[in-house]
């Protein structure tokens, strides 16, 4: 069954930056909604940023101006890049993707395990 793999978590001082990234652990036929989650503890999963098959790009008000999604095309990756990081968004962050396996098979909603950014001095 595939999975979605994250990486690039890790700690970081306020004002600093991390690029998250998204890979598919197999073979992926088609690809529509992709989107990156977060879950802070005590708190609800909420939705950082989701990218269209369009390209069409939305952001939390929290994070706007300083996260931008992305799309490796070539790698079949989808990357966060977050920048000028505060305190409250340490959370686990969450890969998603609604995505197709196969030929014939249809779009299921498929995650990654979390990855960990912690922002602390």
């Known amino acids: 069954q595939v999975r979605l793999v994250e990486s690039g978590g890790g700690l970081v001082q306020p004002g600093g930056s991390l690029r998250l990234s998204c890979k598919a652990s197999?073979?992926?036929?088609?690809?529509?909604?992709m989107a990156w989650y977060r879950q802070a503890p005590g708190k609800q999963r909420e939705l950082v940023a989701s990218?269209?098959?369009?390209?069409?790009?939305t952001y939390a008000e929290a994070v706007k101006g300083r996260f931008t999604i992305s799309q490796d095309i070539a790698e079949i990756t989808l990357d966060l890049q977050m920048d000028s990081l505060k305190p409250e968004d340490t959370a686990v962050y969450y890969c998603?993707?609604?995505?197709?396996?196969?030929?014939?098979?249809?779009?299921?909603?498929?995650w990654g395990q979390g990855t960990q950014v912690t922002v602390s001095s």
């Open positions: 998603y993707w609604r995505a197709s396996p196969n030929r014939g098979i249809s779009p299921r909603d498929l």
């Open positions: 197999g073979f992926i036929f088609s690809i529509h909604d």
């Open positions: 990218l269209s098959p369009r390209g069409q790009t």
